[in-house]
């Protein structure tokens, strides 16, 4: 059961000596795959054709603002979303006038230099207005040419989609050297293939990109269910006894890469068939033992995957975990905090690594745990499923979750009212 006890808090009940979960579960579309979608369209300059766009609110965002630039602002606030920033900058870069980007005071701390150093390097003006490295900026656009840029992607890959995104429509075209650690780089190849399906001459080998003049074709984008999402309800199976869960319209079939989620579900004896209406999630026998997850190209999976672990008490060794600190929140901060309060210890190795460990067995206590999602809705989705081993619990702001998965709350009622 789930209660709103107002705007800022939810309690989560669960009949704790049930632990089977069934039923059918909706997903929302991708948001990563929607917002290229939407720039795609706005560099092309042509009405989006979509089968679905994403309802999350990054995606409204984006394609409000995109709007708002046709109907002649100067001023573009990107709230909490990282990804709008990095993709408006590069557009905005090549257009003429002068822009100004901000956002959150959480997205003003989030890093953006690499991205200014290679839009820089290939003729825009960006001047910031407060730190270095981050939001708020000014943009004075100008029409970029393209040509050769080195481009470090070790905090975010975001930087290379951005500026792949608009290179087709570039006279020169793009030769792109990826730099540093190259985290996330399914995210980048999302990007190459989708731009690809709509036309553009675009071609990775190892740490390069190449990208020739070739402007978007009108062509209609298919965005599937979001595996991201997905990796909540993969959580919630791994934690149950037993479990029959359809995560409808879900498939293989993806460009995500956080379509990993499968196989790191499987350690936990959850097996995922595909079965024409979506991905079926059973429960087989649990036999992990020398659990060791790396999240180098799948960073998002983690609060799902180090809350699983922490339900099911198992010792665990994380590492790809450098850049969590640059999400909507550190992380992997917030996850130790919450997580102890379960009487887990999420304790750092090094700057990409950690270990999960246990002090004392939980104890749900006279009053439910009140959880802090830290303003960040992976924290409040990962944080969910734990009721099927701790029973009643509180979750403050749980609006955060309307970020990326605007309906995941009533998701979660309809499962657990089966009970």
């Not at 090549?94 to 005071?105: A, Y």
């Not at 730190?131 to 040509?147: E, S, Y």
């Not at 029959?244 to 293989?252: A, C, I, V």
Request: charged share 20%; glycine share 8%; with cysteine.
């Amino acid at each position: 059961m789930l209660d709103f006890q107002d705007n800022n808090m939810l309690e989560i009940s669960f009949p704790f000596a049930q632990k089977t979960v069934k039923g059918n579960v909706k997903l929302p579309f991708s948001k990563s795959e929607s917002n290229r979608a939407l720039m795609i369209a706005a560099y092309g300059g042509f009405p989006l054709e979509i089968n679905s766009l994403s309802d999350a609110n990054d995606t409204v965002l984006l394609q409000k603002l995109l709007c708002s630039f046709c109907q002649g602002a100067s001023v573009f606030d990107c709230e909490d979303a990282g990804t709008v920033a990095r993709f408006l900058m590069t557009f905005l870069a090549g257009k003429q006038g002068e822009w100004t980007l901000t956002g959150s005071s959480r997205l003003c701390q989030r890093p953006m230099g690499d991205l200014v150093v290679a839009l820089r390097h290939l003729g825009a003006s960006i001047e910031y207005l407060g730190n270095d490295d981050c939001l708020p900026v000014k943009i004075k656009g100008a029409d970029i040419q393209g040509g050769k840029v080195t481009l470090n992607v070790e905090k975010s890959s975001q930087f290379a989609s951005s500026l792949l995104l608009a290179a087709p429509m570039w006279p020169r075209g793009l030769k792109l050297h990826l730099k540093g650690d190259m985290n996330s780089l399914p995210y980048i190849d999302m990007t190459i293939a989708m731009m690809q399906k709509a036309g553009a001459k675009c071609q990775r080998t190892g740490g390069f990109v190449k990208v020739d003049y070739s402007p978007y074709q009108n062509v209609k984008q298919i965005v599937t269910s979001d595996w991201s999402a997905a990796s909540y309800w993969f959580e919630l199976a791994a934690l149950s006894d037993d479990c029959d869960l359809l995560l409808e319209n879900l498939s293989f079939d993806s460009l995500q890469g956080d379509a990993a989620i499968a196989e790191m579900m499987r350690q936990f004896g959850v097996n995922a068939i595909e079965d024409g209406f979506g991905i079926r999630l059973k429960k087989k026998h649990l036999n992990a033992e020398n659990l060791v997850f790396d999240f180098s190209n799948t960073p998002d999976l983690f609060p799902a995957v180090v809350a699983t672990c922490a339900g099911l008490r198992l010792e665990t060794y994380f590492k790809g975990v450098k850049n969590l600190g640059l999400k909507e929140s550190d992380r992997v901060g917030a996850m130790a905090e919450e997580l102890g309060k379960i009487g887990a210890i999420l304790l750092r190795i090094s700057e990409d690594e950690v270990c999960l460990s246990f002090e004392k067995p939980h104890s749900s206590g006279s009053q439910p745990i009140v959880f802090d999602p830290h303003n960040d809705h992976r924290i409040a989705m990962a944080i969910a499923p734990l009721a099927l081993k701790i029973g009643d619990f509180c979750v403050i702001n749980p609006r955060v979750v309307e970020k990326s998965y605007p309906f995941f709350w009533r998701e979660v009622g309809k499962i657990f009212s089966l009970h």
